[in-house]
């Protein structure tokens, strides 16, 4: 019974919401931090950016309000799997801060994540090629480069990637998360 | 400790796919259903086609390709929330027989319920006044009307809700969900 009980401990649902750009590390912390909760036994799900606007939002692009619209929709269904006692975990741009404190306010116990590093260290890392190429003028909308990303003012944990480790990152979110780091 | 117990006794997640016309009965079982087994401490959620569209599928119309995307779409949040265990309830037309089957073999332990009630007896019924106008030719691709409806052959469960009551249609649910009744 003992699994059966913890898990029940921590049964309250609630949304861990990573922002940053891209490459600055968000799914790899939440996949860390996803893999760390579920070996704890918690019922935790992670909503990835990339992941859930190919299953929600095919056709959506990458103005504003298409935007919005893919992160509200994201939004929706961490709610409702967060609403059922799921810890989840949203990675996604989301480079507003407006339609962020709107969607976080829709949550249950919500975080904002912001996961940290300078422009000039992800467009170095650069691990999928598309800095190099919206530098190159070839995506429009490439946020950072030719559209906008708003830092969180007040992110409830803040993360510089260049200077922490994953899993110094994935202690802070326990800590943050009320578990033993 | 007992709610608890009896929650888990019943924690393996399955999705009950309610297909029928508009005017069917479909939200009324399922939401009739829905109340059943919360009060019996069951972990349930209802995603009611209509409003599951305004969430995650705004824009889209009413082509056989819009339909689809739309379902495919209730199907991967419903999938998700039965994942952890969740009951889910889904309300939608979903007139496509092939899209039907097509999405309840990606979801653990699926259900096709087919809400039936004859064309004449829906129209006739028009709760929502959409027959009179869909039949007067202002709504086009109106399931039944200007579009097909293409009936299971074999659901899990067939309710006639000419011919039966809620209590009754909600009393065989509970049966072929493996509740006492």
């Given at each position: 019974?003992?699994?059966?009980?913890?898990?029940?401990?921590?049964?309250?649902?609630?949304v861990v919401w990573?922002t940053?750009?891209?490459?600055?590390?968000?799914?790899?912390?939440?996949?860390?931090?996803?893999?760390?909760?579920?070996?704890?036994?918690?019922?935790?799900?992670?909503l990835?950016g990339?992941?859930v606007?190919?299953?929600?939002?095919?056709?959506?692009?990458?103005?504003?309000?298409?935007r919005d619209t893919n992160i509200r929709r994201i939004a929706f269904v961490a709610g409702?799997?967060a609403?059922?006692?799921?810890?989840v975990?949203v990675?996604a741009?989301s480079p507003y801060r407006e339609t962020r404190r709107e969607v976080l306010a829709t949550l249950p116990?919500p975080s904002e994540?912001?996961?940290?590093?300078?422009?000039?260290?992800?467009?170095?890392?650069?691990?999928?090629?598309?800095?190099?190429?919206?530098?190159?003028?070839?995506?429009?909308?490439?946020?950072?480069?030719?559209?906008?990303?708003?830092?969180p003012?007040?992110?409830?944990?803040?993360?510089?990637?260049?200077?922490?480790?994953?899993?110094?990152?994935?202690?802070?979110?326990?800590?943050?998360?009320?578990?033993?780091?």
């Amino acid at each position: 019974m003992t699994p059966v009980l913890n898990r029940l401990a921590v049964a309250t649902g609630r949304v861990v919401w990573f922002t940053g750009l891209s490459g600055a590390g968000k799914s790899t912390l939440a996949q860390a931090l996803r893999d760390e909760l579920a070996a704890r036994g918690a019922a935790v799900e992670l909503l990835d950016g990339d992941a859930v606007r190919e299953h929600l939002s095919r056709g959506l692009g990458f103005t504003r309000e298409d935007r919005d619209t893919n992160i509200r929709r994201i939004a929706f269904v961490a709610g409702l799997l967060a609403r059922h006692g799921v810890t989840v975990l949203v990675s996604a741009i989301s480079p507003y801060r407006e339609t962020r404190r709107e969607v976080l306010a829709t949550l249950p116990n919500p975080s904002e994540v912001f996961v940290d590093a300078p422009l000039a260290v992800v467009a170095e890392r650069d691990v999928k090629g598309l800095y190099r190429r919206a530098l190159a003028g070839e995506i429009p909308h490439f946020t950072g480069i030719s559209d906008p990303y708003e830092a969180p003012e007040t992110p409830d944990l803040h993360l510089r990637t260049d200077q922490l480790s994953v899993e110094e990152g994935v202690r802070r979110l326990l800590v943050h998360l009320g578990y033993s780091a």
